[in-house]
């Protein structure tokens, strides 16, 4: 078996756990949904296939579906007791697993950042990160 890296919420409900990212798993996203869904400015998510992505505690799982304004349908979803946010998902079997549900120190820096006109003037985008505007 390969090495996984291990996440849970915040009550400990759900855990989550996937193959260690590789180095350009990493992105941030800027967009108005995600800056709702987190309740923060940006949302750190680290991309897995669907088949990759493990999960424990189901019953915890509660889900948001929303319409992005590319038209994609995305389905969040969130610990139904504690509130932290836990993965997305999108049509194309692509999860995008919420980077803070894992220790600190764990994480790749981020490649790649989406919807940096919504950066907050102070914000600054990660050196070396990919710019896009717009998700693929
Ligand atoms: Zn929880
Ligand atoms: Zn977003």
Redesign the pocket.
């Given at each position: 078996m390969s090495e996984t890296l291990s996440g849970s919420?915040?009550?400990?409900?759900?855990s989550v756990s996937i193959p260690i990212p590789p180095d350009d798993s990493m992105g941030v996203c800027h967009c108005t949904d995600c800056r709702k869904s987190t309740g923060t400015v940006a949302g750190y998510f680290l991309r897995v296939s669907t088949e990759s992505f493990h999960l424990d505690g189901k019953e915890?799982v509660k889900e948001f579906t929303v319409k992005a304004d590319t038209g994609n349908i995305y389905r969040r979803f969130f610990?139904r007791?504690?509130g932290?946010r836990l993965w997305d998902r999108d049509s194309k079997e692509t999860d995008y697993v919420c980077a803070g549900l894992f220790p600190p120190g764990t994480l790749p820096k981020p490649t790649y950042e989406q919807f940096v006109r919504h950066l907050e003037k102070w914000e600054k985008t990660h050196e070396g990160a990919k710019l896009v505007q717009v998700q693929s």
């Open positions: 919420c915040l009550c400990g409900g759900v915890h610990c007791d504690c932290s």
